[in-house]
């Protein structure tokens, strides 16, 4: 399996233009979790979907902030509209069946830079 | 509530020499316990996990944790570091009734010098 794949893997845009992350888990994998990483706050969950469904999103930081995962195989973090405080680099995750409590696959990021 | 505490943002070691990161998490009920790597500009990947069974867990690349509960520690070892380990590791804990949600530490970062 090519593991999880993000793109793109650099994104540079303006203050106030929507950015939207894209993720295709493993195939199987039935939990997907995205997570934010900076400096200041570490690594972070944002969102995550068990069979496509989202289960918990207590972590997207506000309404600007929105994630969909139309079937298993694709999902999209989208940000509208961009701060310059949103430039993190984002991880996609997936996992089988036992979600949070089974290995978690990383893919390589998106390095998020809002200007 | 689960949280964990890594002890270190940063950990220097001469090659050769034991490499120890140190992890202490707090969970109301048994926790999943596991270390995953980051190498730069890479996402993470799993080094080892403690789900339960055995209390001294081997992973990968000559790395291992004990689980000691009555100390709620996690602690990281390798017995002889090699460059190759410098990398940001980081300690991470879950359980069924978190909500699957899994709660990761600030990470520290392995330097290791020649």
């Known amino acids: 399996d090519a593991g999880v794949i993000q793109s793109p893997r650099h994104e540079v845009t303006e203050m106030g233009q929507e950015v939207t992350l894209r993720c295709k888990p493993i195939?199987?994998?039935?939990?997907l979790f995205w997570y934010r990483q900076t400096m200041m706050r570490g690594l972070e969950l944002l969102i995550y979907f068990n069979n496509n469904v989202p289960i918990d999103d207590s972590g997207m930081p506000e309404d600007r902030f929105s994630a969909k995962m139309p079937n298993a195989s694709f999902s999209t973090l989208k940000i509208q509209p961009s701060e310059p405080r949103d430039s993190a680099v984002y991880f996609c995750a997936s996992s089988f069946t036992s979600g949070g409590t089974d290995t978690q696959y990383f893919g390589p990021g998106t390095r998020l830079t809002v200007l | 509530a689960q949280s964990v505490t890594q002890l270190g943002s940063h950990v220097s070691v001469s090659e050769g020499a034991l490499v120890l990161l140190r992890c202490n998490y707090s969970?109301?009920?048994?926790?999943?316990l596991f270390w995953y790597v980051q190498y730069p500009n890479q996402g993470l990947q799993l080094l080892l996990k403690?789900?339960?069974?055995?209390?001294l867990v081997k992973g990968i690349n000559g790395f291992e944790a004990e689980f000691k509960k009555s100390e709620t520690s996690f602690h990281l070892t390798k017995p002889s570091a090699h460059m190759s380990d410098a990398a940001e590791y980081f300690c991470a804990v879950s359980s069924h009734t978190g909500g699957f949600k899994t709660i990761f530490g600030a990470g520290t970062r392995l330097f290791v010098k020649a």
């Open positions: 403690y789900t339960s069974a055995a209390t």
């Open positions: 969970s109301s009920v048994p926790p999943y």
């Open positions: 195939s199987g994998h039935d939990y």
